[in-house]
Antibody, heavy 116, light 107 residues
Framework: EVQLVESGGGLVQPGGSLRLSCAASGFTFSSYWMSWVRQAPGKGLEWVAN????????YYVDSVKGRFTISRDNAKNSLYLQMNSLRAEDTAVYYC?????????WGQGTLVTVSS | DIQMTQSPSTLSASVGDRVTITCRAS??????LAWYQQKPGKAPKLLIY???SLESGVPSRFSGSGSGTEFTLTISSLQPDDFATYYC?????????FGGGTKVEIK
């Protein structure tokens, strides 16, 4: 069974940093692109970033470019999102996700709140 | 980037109604479209992939159609468990995008 478990969310001040982690199990992690998707309170879904199987390609939504970095450790079956220079508008539930041509798996999400 | 425009944003319907939600892409995405259902406090659940393929375990009252830039999700006979928010997602590009969502409410 595919499982994605996020951690690392919490309350952070504007301008601060946070690192999210996603522990993957139930599939061959190194064989799949992985993504982060977020959802601000009461709002819709927004794709944030994705990363190729070997980490050689990474893509970001414009609003986080230069501030967020997606990475992975295939030996640890883990996905990460380093978030720097956080803003109030980054407040959201962050989901780790695995998308493919015929599948869509999501974690349960971790809440990031940016507030002073 | 590919923009996804979903309509309506809110839909009021009764149990047993036939419901249709539309998603339009700003450029052709072939059939690389998925539909998700989301309930409050939960992660989205995949319903349809490749525009018209039903995910395993999803009731057959859900169906998807379309290709290119126009897509629809149809619920043939709305059930109490179907009141939720629905999102389309394109995965034709590395830059994934979602529609704005359609909230299906009880009439």
């Amino acid at each position: 069974e595919v499982q994605l478990v996020e951690s690392g969310g919490g309350l952070v001040q504007p301008g601060g940093s946070l690192r999210l982690s996603c522990a993957a199990s139930g599939f061959t992690f190194s064989s799949y692109w992985m993504s982060w998707v977020r959802q601000a309170p009461g709002k819709g879904l927004e794709w944030v970033a994705n990363i190729k199987q070997d980490g050689s390609e990474k893509y970001y939504v414009d609003s986080v470019k230069g501030r967020f970095t997606i990475s992975r450790d295939n030996a640890k079956n883990s996905l990460y999102l380093q978030m720097n220079s956080l803003r109030a508008e980054d407040t959201a539930v962050y989901y780790c996700a695995r998308f493919s041509s015929s599948q869509g798996y999501w974690g349960q999400g971790t809440l990031v709140t940016v507030s002073s | 980037d590919i923009q996804m425009t979903q309509s309506p944003s809110t839909l009021s319907a009764s149990v047993g109604d036939r419901v249709t939600i539309t998603c339009r892409a700003s450029q052709s995405i072939s059939s690389w479209l998925a539909w998700y259902q989301q309930k409050p406090g939960k992660a989205p659940k995949l319903l349809i992939y490749k525009a018209s393929s039903l995910e395993s375990g999803v009731p057959s009252r859900f169906s998807g159609s379309g290709s290119g830039t126009e897509f629809t999700l149809t619920i043939s006979s709305l059930q109490p468990d179907d009141f939720a928010t629905y999102y389309c997602q394109q995965y034709n590009s590395y830059f994934l995008t979602f529609g704005g969502g359609t909230k299906v409410e009880i009439k």
